[in-house]
T-cell receptor
Framework: NAGVTQTPKFQVLKTGQSMTLQCAQD?????MYWYRQDPGMGLRLIYY???????DKGEVPNGYNVSRLNKREFSLRLESAAPSQTSVYFC?????FGTGGNQPQHFGDGTRLSIL | LAKTTQPISMDSYEGQEVNITCSHN???????ITWYQQFPSQGPRFIIQ???TKVTNEVASLFIPADRKSSTLSLPRVSLSDTAVYYC?????????????FGAGTRLFVKA
């Protein structure tokens, strides 16, 4: 049982390049999330998907787009990467349909992204 | 949304019991208290969740007083491998998973 799988694990981009981060979960969860974590900081929510076919902005959505491809997969796209987007990106999923702040979230191991 | 406050960092020694307290004065009636653990280079991992009184699992115990305005995560006999960041979150069935907020957490450093 893999849980939440993120690819790639590491990536270096140049300013202005685009890239898609991939995330897949095999727990049949309904909700999925993308977070970023900067050094020494907590996690900040970028986008979330409360159910298949829906996506909504989180706390820091600027510069990102997402696609909930199907129930399993939720991708995050940087259209024109900027140095300020250098961070570790985490994908997570939870069982409920977006509601349920008490629903435990299951996280992947992150994508470490550096933008030069 | 209930805000949480927890110590920035704590030190301990192997074999000791560690208690990390989280304050959540504005907790709502339907809110649960959830703790996560994050090791370096990994995503957060769910540890324990509770609503009131005491919850215990194979990893930790969670103590919640009657007024629920605070909670204490207790790690029995810590080892070096318990060095991690611990996050306290508060949310309920109607909060929305997207509204749970991970603050800076508590950095626990276990020494030999």
């Amino acid at each position: 049982n893999a849980g939440v799988t993120q690819t790639p694990k590491f990536q270096v981009l140049k300013t202005g390049q685009s890239m898609t981060l991939q995330c897949a979960q095999d727990m049949n969860h309904n909700s999925m999330y993308w977070y970023r974590q900067d050094p020494g900081m907590g996690l900040r929510l970028i986008y979330y998907s409360a159910s298949e076919g829906t996506t909504d902005k989180g706390e820091v959505p600027n510069g990102y787009n997402v696609s909930r491809l199907n129930k399993r997969e939720f991708s995050l796209r940087l259209e024109s990467a900027a140095p300020s987007q250098t961070s570790v990106y985490f994908c997570a999923s939870s069982e409920g349909f977006g509601t349920g702040g008490n629903q435990p979230q299951h996280f992947g191991d992150g994508t470490r992204l550096s933008i030069l | 949304l209930a805000k949480t406050t927890q110590p920035i960092s704590m030190d301990s020694y192997e074999g000791q019991e560690v208690n990390i307290t989280c304050s959540h004065n504005n907790i709502a009636t339907n809110d649960y208290i959830t703790w996560y653990q994050q090791f370096p280079s990994q995503g957060p991992r769910f540890i324990i969740q509770g609503y009131k009184t005491k919850v215990t699992n194979e990893v930790a115990s969670l103590f919640i007083p009657a007024d629920r305005k605070s909670s204490t995560l207790s790690l029995p006999r810590v080892s070096l491998s318990d060095t991690a960041v611990y996050y306290c979150l508060v949310g309920g069935p109607n909060t929305g998973g997207f509204k749970t907020i991970f603050g800076a957490g508590t950095r626990l450093f276990v020494k030999a």
